[in-house]
């Protein structure tokens, strides 16, 4: 099965960048969409941004302008910039992929924007 894990995330101030990694296990991950999630406390998960084997990609509204994602299929690892980042932006990031009916998922890591 697909094994996801997701680093990069920190705190920072208002205004600040981060850049996230999401590495995997398996030749798979090469071929099929990755998506970002993120989830702060007491409210729902929401997807953030996608991108697609070919590094077509989409955001959610509240990010764009200021996110950015990419991958490199060689190294099996997706990355979501984030530029500008707002106090609003404080969540656990996720990163996603779904194959044969089944979502996958990492551990998470907590992105903190605050003063």
């Known amino acids: 099965q697909v094994q996801l894990e997701e680093s990069g995330g920190g705190l920072v101030q208002p205004g600040g960048s981060l850049r996230l990694s999401c590495a995997a296990s398996g030749s798979i991950f090469t071929i099929i969409p990755v998506g970002w999630f993120r989830q702060a406390p007491g409210k729902q998960r929401e997807l953030v941004a996608t991108?697609?084997?070919?590094?077509?990609?989409t955001f959610a509204d509240s990010v764009k302008g200021r996110f950015a994602i990419s991958r490199d299929n060689a190294k099996k690892t997706v990355y979501l910039q984030m530029n500008n980042l707002k106090p609003e932006d404080t969540a656990v990031y996720y990163c996603n992929v779904r194959f044969a009916t089944r979502d996958y998922w990492g551990q998470g890591t907590q992105v903190t924007v605050s003063s």
């Open positions: 991108i697609t084997s070919g590094g077509t990609a």
